[in-house]
């Protein structure tokens, strides 16, 4: 909630106001493209004209019903976001407001691990599933180093860059850790204890292990467990019995899932939070250590974004956002060549 007394939007505190810029963002943003939406509001890619780049701009209103919760949303998450720097954190480069809408402004990435394994329409191989969660770990273990919890590991909250990096997003829902009490997250991916958090007290960072293992599933088959059931019923099941585990692998094509990948899964889904390993010796564990990383992820963007360009009209237009830092690059391309042969022609 926010402060009794205090309009949304408006900012008398200087340390709060230091996190907003005072310009007008739609005279430094152009050509914004939706490329997502939720609850929130909705994502855009856009032209940066000040640094000639491309960026991701969350926008978020804060408006109409419960107007003074979202600004209390937005203010804990800007702040959160104003403080953290990490190599595989989306870089976080400003926020404006403007007409009762916070225009957050992000490092661009091409798209979302779930994004990748919707095109190819399979499960990844589990080389590109270590490189990916690998990554994923490390921006994991910097959050729960500075005493964070994340609350919504998912392979939607885990963008690509158009340089093949990992990076985590989506810190809407991230909360301190001693202790959380709240009901967060997307339910497939709950912990038990976060199911059980209303009831029963609190929970730690080790929920973020438990998502990482149910998206350690999503990457190998597509689909969290228990995807077909409703929310509900998906909650319950969560909290009353056995953790999943990965299902065997039916492609032909496809090598049977490697001992340390079962593993890494299984220890990470220990209904018991506290027996469920750290980041820091998750990222000692053999599924993570055993493959050479380099040029998986560039390969497996690559493969992709080759499938995108085979794909029919409704489907292309839905993975569009994949091509266009490539389009950009292209547009790019096109001008300075027509204006190196007007020049030539002089």
């Known amino acids: 909630m926010a402060p009794s007394g205090v309009?949304?939007?408006?900012?008398k505190d200087p340390a709060v106001a230091a996190l907003f810029s005072h310009k007008d963002p739609e005279s430094r943003y152009d050509d914004l493209r939706e490329i997502g939406h939720g609850s929130f509001g909705a994502v855009y890619f856009a032209y940066d004209k000040e640094t000639s780049g491309t960026v991701a701009i969350k926008k978020m209103a804060y408006s109409g019903k419960q107007a003074g919760e979202k600004w209390a949303d937005i203010l804990k998450e800007v702040a959160f976001l104003n403080k953290i720097k990490h190599p595989h954190i989306v870089?976080?480069?400003?926020?404006?407001?403007?007409?009762?809408t916070c225009w957050l402004?992000?490092?661009?990435?091409?798209?979302?691990?779930?994004?990748?394994?919707?095109?190819?329409?399979?499960?990844?191989?589990?080389?590109?599933?270590?490189?990916?969660?690998?990554?994923?770990?490390?921006?994991?273990?910097?959050?729960?180093q500075l005493g964070r919890i994340h609350r919504d590991i998912k392979a939607g909250n885990i963008l690509l860059s158009d340089t093949a990096v990992v990076k985590l997003a989506d810190f809407g829902s991230a909360s301190i850790s001693d202790p959380a009490q709240t009901f967060i997250g997307t339910p497939f991916f709950m912990a038990p204890e976060v199911i059980l958090a209303m009831d029963e007290g609190h929970y730690t960072e080790k929920a973020d292990i438990w998502s990482l293992g149910i998206t350690c599933i999503e990457l190998a088959e597509r689909r969290p467990p228990l995807f077909?059931?409703?929310?509900m019923s998906a909650l319950y099941h969560i909290a009353q019995n056995d953790?999943?585990?990965?299902?065997?692998?039916?492609?032909?094509?496809?090598?049977?899932?490697?001992?340390?990948?079962?593993n890494f899964v299984s220890i990470c889904l220990q209904k018991d939070a506290e027996a469920r390993p750290a980041t820091a010796e998750l990222l000692d564990h053999e599924f993570i250590t055993r493959y050479d990383h380099k040029g998986v992820i560039h390969e497996l963007i690559s493969r992709t974004k080759a499938i995108v360009l085979e794909l029919d009209n409704f489907q292309y237009k839905k993975m569009r956002k994949l091509m266009y830092l490539d389009e950009v690059e292209n547009k790019d391309g096109e001008h300075a060549q027509s204006t190196s042969i007007k020049f030539q022609n002089r």
């Open 91 to 100: 870089e976080y480069k400003a926020c404006f407001l403007k007409e009762q």
């Open 105 to 144: 402004v992000m490092e661009y990435c091409i798209g979302s691990a779930a994004d990748i394994v919707d095109v190819l329409r399979q499960g990844l191989r589990e080389i590109e599933i270590s490189a990916i969660v690998g990554e994923t770990l490390s921006a994991l273990h910097y959050l729960h």
């Open 243 to 262: 953790p999943p585990r990965l299902a065997p692998v039916t492609n032909e094509n496809q090598p049977e899932w490697s001992d340390s990948f079962q």
């Open 7 to 11: 309009k949304p939007g408006v900012i």
């Open 228 to 231: 077909n059931m409703n929310a």
